[in-house]
């Protein structure tokens, strides 16, 4: 069965950091772009950051760049979200999902999903 098994979210104070796992089974993310998304409470899915097939484009929304790293261990078959840096307004669940090479904008053409973990940063 193909599959993300996510971990690594957490509580955090403002100003902390946390690492998000992404593990894919059943395939291989050779073949695939990985994009982090995120959903907070009353808000809509958004795009937070992007790395290609052979990971070496990345992409990040504008309000995480400079605090966030995605990156990919093609060994481990698993992809990365370095999250530095974090505020209250990074509170949300965050999810990974895959794409066929290269990383697109919206969530229609990501054909699998991660479960979601929650990040909470707050005092």
């Known amino acids: 069965q193909l599959q993300f098994v996510e971990s690594g979210g957490g509580l955090v104070q403002p100003g902390g950091s946390l690492r998000l796992s992404c593990a894919a089974s059943?395939?291989?993310?050779?073949?695939?772009?990985i994009g982090w998304f995120r959903q907070a409470p009353g808000k809509e899915r958004e795009g937070v950051s992007c790395?290609?097939?052979?990971?070496?484009?990345?992409t990040y929304a504008e309000y995480v760049r400079g605090r966030f790293t995605i990156t990919k261990d093609s060994v481990k078959n698993t992809v990365y979200l370095q999250m530095n840096n974090l505020e209250p307004e990074d509170t949300a669940v965050y999810y990974c999902?895959?794409?066929?090479?290269?990383?697109?904008?919206?969530?229609?053409?990501?054909?699998?999903w991660g479960q979601g973990t929650q990040v909470t940063v707050s005092s």
């Open positions: 999902a895959a794409v066929r090479w290269v990383c697109v904008r919206g969530t229609t053409d990501y054909a699998y």
């Open positions: 059943g395939f291989s993310l050779d073949y695939y772009a």
């Open positions: 790395i290609d097939s052979s990971g070496g484009s990345t």
